[in-house]
């Protein structure tokens, strides 16, 4: 006689996949939380020309987005393809907090009818008064220009309101600047930096009116 086998039915538990279901539910709606959370604070350091909206603008967080998927990388991308900044540092903190250091590129003066920055990179000309840059240069003159010009103290360049390229037989590199205060000087790019002593070496010729003669001979001559 052959045994029968028992067969044992079982019952498909409802109540135990609703609460698995829940559980996963919870867990990937924290994670979604988590992940969703926004920005609570951005912090612009270094910023001199460019507000800290249009910092934050650039980089593509005005909304406060999430922080998670606010990628480093992504918000200096953005920084960097705006002619005004040169570089750019990008820190995350416990917050959900963004510290944005930019290192910009200074207008400096204006050619053109555009501004032209730091390294030479031009702008449309915008609300900065600057000093007006005149005289025929080539590509290779305006940056180099440029990259001498920064070496120029903040107090000097806001004394200045022209700057006229005049190149002789013997200089090419010769510059005639305007002063706002009525004198000239001459001045050559391998020699710039000697433009910050101008108050100083002004002071000695008692204030008068005149040409000062920086690129060759360091003499100022009297205007009558």
Not at 148 to 155: L, S, T, V
Not at 206 to 220: A, P, R, T, V
């Amino acid at each position: 006689m052959k045994e029968e086998k028992e067969v044992v039915e079982r019952k498909f538990n409802f109540a135990k996949l609703l609460v698995i279901l829940l559980i996963l539910y919870i867990i990937g709606y924290n994670a979604y939380r988590i992940v969703m959370s926004p920005i609570n604070n951005i912090y612009i350091e270094n910023n001199k020309y460019l507000s800290d909206q249009e910092i934050i603008d650039i980089a593509g967080i005005r909304n406060y987005p999430s922080f998670i998927l606010s990628f480093k990388y992504k918000i200096k991308n953005k920084l960097l393809k705006n002619e005004f900044i040169k570089s750019a540092k990008i820190k995350k903190k416990i917050g959900n907090t963004i510290i944005i250091n930019v290192e910009e590129n200074i207008p400096l003066f204006i050619y053109n009818n555009n501004v032209i920055l730091s390294g030479g990179k031009q702008v449309k000309n915008n609300e900065y008064k600057l000093p007006l840059l005149t005289g025929i240069l080539d590509s290779d003159m305006l940056i180099k220009l440029s990259e001498k010009y920064q070496d120029i103290n903040d107090e000097i360049r806001l004394m200045i309101s022209e700057i006229k390229y005049d190149p002789n037989n013997i200089d090419k590199e010769r510059f005639l600047i305007t002063m706002n205060d009525g004198n000239y000087v001459y001045i050559t790019l391998y020699k710039i930096t000697s433009i910050n002593e101008y108050l100083k070496i002004l002071s000695k010729v008692e204030n008068q009116k005149g040409i000062l003669y920086l690129d060759s001979g360091n003499y100022f001559e009297k205007i009558n």
